[in-house]
């Protein structure tokens, strides 16, 4: 049997504010396998996004363990952590987090630069334009619709190659029909690269082009395993 | 009624504005309130001291009116037309030597004697406390008060006894202060402090003597003083005497302090200017944090005029804050000092509130506030209302318009005419605003080939590196703003500490070299030939010049009085008061004969005189022209017949004005020597030449130039003062730009960390960018500084040039490390951002 891209047993996770300790996550037991595509849904405070980012590395747990591509996140450090994204992770966000004082070359030809690639520039412009924006490559963001720009953010997710895509409402700030051709494009994408999607979103269509379907409410996993049409 | 309603929403506007407190105008308030302060305290300070010396005038003269004769005293028909108008008090100075009674050590003195009418204002400061009578009083011998460096100089104390020239002194206390030398100016020894019968009994005044007469007035109503000095000049109009009235007392006190002011305040008004770049970025930055909110009131159906307005309100009641706080503080400058320093002060201070100055300032600080946040204001007044409809706001590609372009002209054509106004050097003024606009000509165009061909340069293999190069061509990086506030402030440190060191040269290293160990004043003639022989004599001597000397005032220059002539400001010394005159057969050595020709050695014709090209020019004339002298109150007017080059440098012996031979021998007149030996034989030359011409003056140039250095340290001091506050000011605008793009920098790093960069990645990469920054602004500021202080040096100053590596090498430093820790103080702050935190607000 071979090992699932995602391992993640009683993960919990708590935040301290003003008002108190508040506990997000709460006993969380998941499993997803190589090349899976799943969909987390639930109403907003459900924990989804502290999910994904528990999942990236971003957030630490509380308690319980995290397993991705074999490694057990919750041992590794802040840069051991940012090690293994640029090797193995792509996220892609609702509201795209690209920098705007670079151009869409340069967005997304950044995981590769920090992970050392020579050829950064070459395969950032190679990713562009499997999205179709050869021609907006030295263009900054705030020069590009909000569907331009959330391909541009796909592009620089999936230029690494990542074995895990965690995507978080991609289509939340577009509209439906160019949210309709960014998830085409995302699932293109990861179907050509074999790559595990974790995809967060509201969108019922959307979720349902998932392998899995998973419902979270109040820091739980409501539906393990419920799968989808 | 439409303007009211207008203004009427301008205000609420402002006032709505405002009410969110001051928060990202720290900068813009600092930068106007340290460069109105700089301006307006060393204004505060130079009128309170110049009113200082008007309130004291009468003492700092010696009385309402001052009569100066060299060498000789006021015929007894002058004596009687003075003592009727008023009372007359009458000084005595020369420098001569003192001894202590064994003879083995002597020293340079200022020596005045006075007589029973002196002082006529003010009083004299005396250790221990007693009447000036008494303690000048003869008993077995004569009293002397002196001031305290005597003491430590020859090892004697009060009570002792000393010599000069064939009287003995007792030293009866010690001078604290004398009221008509409140301003301490530079002197060759200490005063020695006699009465007119002491005097007389040294014997020292012989004919030709160098000794000056000072006849103070004390008149019934000193308003008349201008009468007086009217009838004066009709009742002798030949006396030779120099008038100076109360309200001219210390002209070059003065005239210092006013050059002072003006050079500082220029500095002072680079600092105003780099904080200008700390004005615009505070307003650029807070406008941009606006876009949106401006965008939003322009869809509600605001009015491009109604947001500009309502900025430039802002901006200009905030400009109006900053400037209130330079200038109170600047006020309170003169204030504090003479409470702090009371009497140590090197000139008299009357502090007050000097409106005039407190205006200029504040008129520089709003015109400054103003010319660099207008470009801000009317890109804001454009700000289209569809920014509202797309995820990032525009970064700032549309321009201000005409309009704005052409008010932001007036704005710096007013500042510029301001400058030129205000200033008591107008040339100086117009070198300094065009220096200031090549300056941010070349700045902006170093800043704009930096970003471009950061942009241009292939890509650097190390991820970092590339980022950093990388960050300075990207939009709305800080670089442009960087190299310009820092280089500003870097230049301004450099110019000052490399015009600084080639005067400390010229003092210093240059001079001595070549420089006599010693001059000799007041050889009498019978003296001579001794005087030469015995110098000769000594061990290490290596040259021994002697030129006979008379004092003499230009009164004339080819004809027109002095007071009419048209003279260069830069030869302006030479008319001033009494010159030394020499006469020689000979041509002296290592003379250039610039034009004409050297007389016969045995010239006997009417009077030829050969003048130093420098000053011929500064008078506008030439060979064959004449030039009329006033010596011992005979007016001689002689023709020019060469013009020859000095240079003045080697402190070798020379005369602005040599007569030929057949004029000056059959006046009164005394020698005066110099002697070159090396520093290890200067003392034994000393001891034996004092102690064999007790009546001559010895003065040691290593001391003098000790002196000047002193006065250039403490001059300097005051100009690194004033170029530390430009660099701070550069520094806050540099502090200014990293903080307004703290926030992008620290969404950069969350990005950067979700596409895998770790901590050390982004750090270097931010590093990189400053370190390049840091480097580009220090070789850009040490070429352009080292450019302009040899303009400084070699054209105004007209001396030489000389890099100093070690100062230029400091500078770099400076600025790479500025902007270094600067810049990484701000990534750190970035880097311990938790992506998390940032992501979760979205």
């Known amino acids: 049997m071979t090992e699932p891209m995602v391992e993640i047993n009683d993960l919990h996770l708590s935040l301290v504010g003003g008002a108190g300790t508040v506990n997000i996550l709460r006993g969380i037991d998941l499993q997803v396998a190589r090349g899976e595509t799943i969909s987390i849904v639930g109403p907003s405070g459900a924990g989804k996004t502290t999910l994904l980012m528990a999942l990236s590395g971003l957030e630490s747990p509380s308690a319980g363990q995290v397993h991705v591509a074999g490694r057990d996140l919750t041992a590794l450090g802040e840069d051991q952590l940012a090690r293994f994204r640029r090797q193995h992770v792509g996220i892609v966000f609702q509201s795209f987090h690209l920098v705007p004082t670079m151009t869409a070359l340069e967005n997304v030809a950044l995981p590769l630069e920090f992970a050392g690639r020579r050829d950064a520039r070459e395969a950032a412009r190679a990713a562009l334009e499997k999205t179709g924006l050869a021609a907006r490559l030295a263009h900054f963001p705030g020069e590009l619709s909000g569907g331009e720009q959330q391909r541009v953010a796909l592009a620089r997710a999936f230029v690494n190659q990542p074995s895990l895509l965690l995507a978080d409402e991609p289509t939340g700030n577009l509209d439906r029909e160019t949210g309709d051709k960014v998830m085409d494009l995302l699932f293109d994408l990861q179907q050509k690269q074999g790559t595990t999607l974790v995809l967060v979103t509201h969108d019922a269509s959307l979720a349902d082009r998932c392998h899995r379907l998973i419902r979270m409410m109040d820091g739980r996993l409501a539906a393990p395993g419920e799968q989808a049409t | ?469 990388g960050n300075i061509h990207r939009r709305g990086s800080p670089a442009g703003s960087a190299l310009f506030s820092l280089g500003l402030g870097l230049t301004a440190l450099v110019v000052v500490v490399l015009v600084q060191a080639n005067l400390d040269d010229l003092v210093t290293e240059t001079v001595p070299q070549k420089a006599p160990a010693f001059f000799f004043l007041d050889i009498q003639g019978h003296q001579v030939a001794d005087f030469a022989e015995t110098a000769q004599s000594l061990p290490g001597v290596s040259k021994v010049e002697r030129y006979p000397t008379l004092r003499g005032r230009i009164t004339a220059i080819d004809g027109i009085s002095v007071d009419e002539a048209d003279i260069d400001p830069e030869v302006q010394w030479a008319v001033r008061g009494d010159r030394y005159l020499s006469y020689a057969g000979e041509m002296p050595p290592e003379t250039m004969i610039t034009s004409g020709n050297w007389w016969p050695t045995d010239y006997a014709g009417p009077p030829r005189i050969s003048l130093t090209a420098d000053v011929a020019k500064g008078f506008g004339i030439g060979v064959d022209d004449t030039l009329t002298v006033n010596v011992l109150g005979r007016e001689i007017t002689g023709t020019i017949a060469s013009l020859r080059e000095v240079d003045w440098s080697t402190l070798d012996l020379n005369f602005a004005i040599i007569f030929a031979p057949g004029t000056l021998e059959q006046a009164p007149q005394t020698h005066i020597a110099s002697i070159h030996v090396p520093p290890a034989q200067e003392e034994e030359v000393y001891r034996v030449m004092t102690g064999k011409f007790p009546n001559v003056s010895a003065i040691g140039t290593r001391e003098v130039l000790q002196n000047v250095s002193r006065t250039l340290e403490r001059i300097g001091a005051a100009f690194r003062g004033m170029a530390a506050v430009a660099l701070l000011t550069g520094f806050l605008v540099l502090a200014g730009a990293v903080s307004a793009d703290q926030h992008r920098r620290i969404q950069d790093a969350v990005i950067f960390k979700i596409c895998g960069a770790t901590r050390w990645n982004i750090l270097t990469a931010f590093a990189a960018e400053f370190l390049l920054l840091g480097i580009i602004a220090g070789l850009i500021s040490a070429l352009v500084g080292s450019l302009a202080a040899m303009g400084i040096l070699k054209g105004l100053m007209d001396t030489s040039f000389r890099l100093h590596p070690g100062a230029i090498l400091a500078t770099l430093l400076v600025g790479i490390v500025l902007t270094l820790g600067l810049g990484l103080l701000g990534t750190w702050k970035a880097l311990g951002h938790k992506p998390a935190e940032l992501l979760r607000r979205e």
């Open chain 2, 1 to 469: 009624m439409i303007k009211s309603v207008f203004f009427g929403q301008v205000l609420r506007l402002v006032r709505r504005e405002l009410r969110s407190g001051l928060k990202g105008f720290g900068v813009f308030l600092a930068c106007l309130f340290l460069g109105v302060f700089a301006i307006s305290a060393l204004g505060s300070f130079t009128a309170s001291a110049k009113s200082g010396l008007l309130a004291d005038a009468g003492a700092l003269l010696g009385g309402d009116l001052e009569l100066r004769l060299a060498h000789r005293e006021l015929q007894a028909e002058q004596r009687r037309f003075l003592d009727a108008r008023g009372s007359l008090s009458h000084v005595m100075t020369m420098r001569t030597m003192a001894a202590d009674m064994a003879g083995d050590n002597r020293m340079l003195i200022e020596l005045k004697a006075v007589d029973q009418a002196y002082p006529l204002y003010g009083e004299l400061g005396i250790l221990p406390a007693m009447e000036l009578k008494q303690a000048l009083a003869a008993e077995e011998d004569f009293g002397a008060l002196v001031e305290r460096g005597f003491l430590e100089r020859l090892g004697v104390k009060v009570g002792d006894r000393v010599r000069v020239g064939e009287a003995t002194f007792r030293v009866r206390g010690v001078l604290t202060a004398e009221p008509d030398r409140s301003v301490r100016a530079f002197t060759l020894g200490p005063r020695f402090l006699i009465s007119q019968a002491g005097l007389a009994a040294t014997e020292l005044v012989k004919p030709g003597s160098l000794v000056n007469h000072r006849y103070r007035l004390k008149l019934p109503d000193r308003e008349q003083v201008d009468n007086l000095r009217q009838e004066l000049q009709i009742a002798f109009p030949e006396a030779g005497w120099r008038l100076r009235t109360w309200r001219e007392a210390a002209p070059r006190v003065r005239f210092f302090l006013d050059r002072m002011n003006q050079n500082l305040t220029l500095i002072g008004l680079c600092a105003l200017l780099v904080g200008g770049l700390g004005v615009a970025g505070a307003v650029r930055g807070y406008l941009a944090g606006k876009t949106f909110h401006i965008a939003t009131m322009k869809c509600l159906g605001a009015s491009g005029p109604l947001i500009f307005t309502a900025y430039l309100l802002q901006v200009l009641l905030l400009g109006l804050l900053g400037a209130a706080g330079g200038l109170v503080c600047g006020a309170a400058v003169p204030f504090l000092l003479a409470w702090l320093l009371g009497d140590r002060l090197p000139v008299p201070l009357a502090p007050s509130i000097h409106l005039e100055v407190l205006l200029v300032a504040a008129l520089f600080g709003l015109l400054i506030a103003l010319a660099f946040s207008l470009n801000a204001l009317g890109i804001a007044r454009r700000v289209p209302p569809g920014v509202l409809f797309r995820g990032y706001s525009p970064t700032g590609r549309t321009g201000p318009g005409k309009g704005i372009q052409a008010a932001i002209g007036l704005v710096v054509l007013a500042l510029g005419l301001l400058a030129v106004l205000t200033s008591t050097d107008k040339q100086l003024a117009l070198w300094f605003i065009a220096g200031a606009a090549l300056c941010f000509a070349l700045f902006r165009f170093a800043a704009a080939g930096v970003i471009r061909l950061s942009r241009a340069l292939p890509s650097p293999p190390l991820p970092s590196l590339r980022l950093g190069l």
